[in-house]
């Protein structure tokens, strides 16, 4: 079975400039999620679709953060204008359902510079 | 969400049982025990999860306390592969039933 992929793997940006990234989730799985990881810490949850519905998004940074999941399938999180304080790792993951009992199969993840 | 307190790190000799401890007092009684763990320059992938009852997979099993305010992730024979930052995490009823990570136990082994 196929894991979760992302691309890039890495990315290197200035200031101020846009940056996207982009998942496809494990076929099937209707729950999709993005999570932000500063070295040193634990992932944390930036938003989270059910199909192409946005479950969770209390944690994005609206003002300069956006995803979306179009078809309920594949999904693009967008950072405009990137801040150097966005320097992290961006993982996608996706469950089968969103059911509290369910794992999450995460993917390799994306290394964003902001210089 | 409840939290979880685990200790920093942790560090094992390669071929011996390790103890992973989780101390989790404001459980309720909908949540589950997860268990991810984070293999250097990779994502997080799912080792077990648990309710009330002890549980057993192939990677590793999950004792969880009668009161269920703490867990204890068992790794039977820690291999170098065993490296990695394990975290524990309560996943209740809320909406999404998301995961939120804390800093997790860094498990060094030693050859």
């Known amino acids: 079975e196929a894991g979760v992929a992302q691309s890039p793997r890495y990315k290197i940006i200035e200031k101020r400039q846009s940056v996207a990234f982009w998942c496809n989730p494990i076929?099937?799985?209707?729950?999709l999620y993005w999570y932000q990881q500063i070295l040193g810490q634990g992932p944390k949850l930036l938003i989270q679709?059910?199909?192409?519905?946005?479950?969770?998004d209390s944690q994005l940074p609206k003002d300069r953060f956006s995803a979306e999941r179009l078809k309920g399938v594949d999904s693009t999180l967008k950072i405009q204008p990137a801040k150097l304080e966005d320097s992290a790792v961006y993982l996608c993951?996706?469950?089968?359902?969103?059911?509290?009992?369910?794992?999450?199969?995460f993917g390799p993840g994306t290394r964003l510079t902001v210089l | 969400d409840a939290k979880t307190t685990q200790p920093n790190s942790m560090e094992s000799n390669e071929e011996e049982p390790v103890h992973l401890p989780c101390n989790h007092s404001?459980?309720?009684?909908?949540?589950?025990i997860h268990w991810y763990r984070q293999l250097p320059s990779q994502g997080p992938e799912y080792v077990i999860h648990?309710?009330?009852s002890n549980v057993n997979n192939r990677m590793a099993s999950l004792a969880i306390a009668e009161d269920r305010k703490s867990s204890t992730l068992i790794l039977h024979r820690a291999t170098l592969r065993d490296a990695a930052v394990y975290y524990c995490?309560?996943?209740?009823?809320?909406?999404?039933?998301?995961?939120?990570f804390g800093g997790g136990t860094r498990l060094m082994v030693k050859p």
């Open positions: 404001t459980i309720s009684g909908t949540d589950y």
């Open positions: 995490i309560l996943r209740g009823n809320n909406a999404g039933n998301m995961l939120t």
């Open positions: 076929s099937g799985h209707a729950t």
């Open positions: 679709f059910q199909n192409n519905g946005v479950v969770d």
């Open positions: 993951a996706s469950s089968f359902t969103g059911g509290n009992y369910n794992e999450q199969f």
């Open positions: 648990g309710l009330t």
